[in-house]
């Protein structure tokens, strides 16, 4: 089953202040976990900032699985991204 990627509005501003190159890598791995993202999810034990995390390198990427949505929360660096 394919997932479709929704990106909120501050995932939007998060990933325009990334580095030009971070940003490609990032679209590109969220790409292959669109197919299956579960294998690559790490639940999240802080459930205020969302259900689950991708770890893309020194990023992590916060979201949320509604029915057959990819819910992009936010996208940060690790030292920061839990801090919010």
Same mark, same amino acid.
């Given at each position: 089953?394919?997932?479709?990627? @929704?990106? $909120?509005? *501050?995932?939007? *501003?998060? !990933?325009? $202040? !990334?580095?030009?190159?971070?940003?490609? *890598?990032?679209? +590109? $791995? !969220?790409?292959?976990?669109? #197919?299956?993202? #579960?294998?690559?999810?790490?639940? !999240? +034990?802080?459930?205020?900032?969302?259900?689950?995390?991708?770890?893309?390198?020194?990023?992590? @990427? @916060?979201?949320? #699985?509604?029915?057959?949505?990819?819910?992009?929360?936010? @996208?940060?660096?690790?030292?920061?991204?839990?801090?919010?």
């Amino acid at each position: 089953m394919k997932y479709q990627l @929704v990106y $909120t509005h *501050r995932a939007v *501003r998060d !990933l325009d $202040t !990334l580095d030009p190159s971070v940003k490609q *890598r990032i679209g +590109k $791995t !969220l790409l292959r976990y669109e #197919l299956d993202p #579960l294998p690559h999810a790490e639940p !999240l +034990k802080q459930s205020e900032l969302g259900s689950y995390r991708f770890r893309i390198g020194d990023y992590r @990427v @916060v979201f949320d #699985l509604e029915g057959d949505q990819i819910v992009i929360l936010c @996208v940060g660096h690790r030292r920061e991204i839990y801090r919010r």
